[in-house]
């Protein structure tokens, strides 16, 4: 068993086609706006107000909705206003799927028991460090964060999976890494497959579609993001008393995955993607 989303789940069970979850996760991603997006079409915030939080959550460590009221674009009581709104139009992805003719609405509750007795053992949304692990804090700080920036610059829909030390990180189409020094040393990596590549690209971006994009300019959008998350993950190290300093992001080719040098020990804290396909994080720790 592993971490899976329920469209992932019921693809594997045979009940739909991958085909149809993905019709089914494109009407959920038009009826499940952004904090943003929905404050947009609400009349409450411009597309200025929206672009100014976004890069200013990419220095702090803030909901777009907390960081719209420190600025002054929000009020706290128009943040609720939109929160309740995102709540009372949500789509679940087995209420789209219904919509979408993939099974009957009276089906729906037996998948969802058998989802979640198979899910049981990852159901928490609590960073946990392998035993044996120094400065464990530090390191739920880099994977809590690391999440924050997927959801908040990547906008990605993901669920972390459990974090484990190995020998290797597997392979995939691009690497971005970056060392760090300090009180803490060692490496950043974060791999993706191309098509997540594009997904992140029109992130950073802003454009709905990359395709023409050369592979540079694709290879630099991932390292912007490793940028951003280490930058975050430094500051917020330094308000615990610890210096890290980070080094410019490189791309790095590992067709075959990548060997943990000696004398570091790899800390992995993947995530698995809406879609079925993945992000390898990981940081090697030097000891």
Not at 159 to 171: I, K, L, S
Not at 192 to 214: F, G, H, M, R, S
Request: with cysteine; glycine share 6%.
């Amino acid at each position: 068993m592993a971490v899976k989303f329920f469209g992932q789940f019921l693809v594997e069970k045979g009940v739909v086609s991958r085909e149809i979850l993905l019709q089914a996760i494109e009407l959920q991603e038009s009826v499940n706006l952004s904090f943003g997006a929905t404050s947009l079409a609400m009349g409450i915030l411009t597309e200025a107000d929206i672009e100014r939080v976004h890069n200013a959550q990419r220095i702090e460590d803030l909901r777009f909705g907390d960081m719209a009221v420190k600025l002054g674009l929000l009020t706290s009581e128009q943040m609720m206003q939109v929160l309740a709104r995102q709540k009372n139009t949500h789509l679940y992805i087995g209420e789209a799927l219904v919509k979408v003719g993939s099974f009957q609405a009276d089906e729906l509750p037996k998948y969802l028991e058998e989802f979640k007795a198979d899910q049981a053992q990852y159901a928490t949304d609590t960073v946990v460090i392998p035993t044996g692990v120094s400065e464990p804090k530090i390191w739920e700080m880099v994977a809590d964060l690391s999440y924050k920036m997927l959801t908040r610059v990547a906008l990605l829909v993901f669920r972390p999976e459990p974090c484990f030390v190995a020998d290797r990180v597997p392979a995939m189409d691009v690497y971005a890494t970056m060392d760090f020094t300090g009180d803490i040393s060692g490496r950043y990596f974060m791999g993706v497959t191309a098509a997540t590549q594009k997904k992140i690209a029109k992130a950073i971006l802003k454009e709905p579609n990359v395709d023409n994009e050369p592979k540079e300019i694709l290879d630099d959008t991932v390292m912007e993001f490793v940028n951003v998350a280490l930058g975050n993950i430094a500051a917020k190290a330094a308000q615990s008393g610890k210096s890290m300093e980070i080094a410019p992001p490189e791309i790095m080719e590992a067709p075959d995955g990548i060997q943990v040098p000696d004398g570091h020990k790899a800390l992995c804290f993947p995530v698995c993607l809406s879609d079925g396909d993945r992000i390898e994080l990981a940081v090697f720790i030097q000891q």
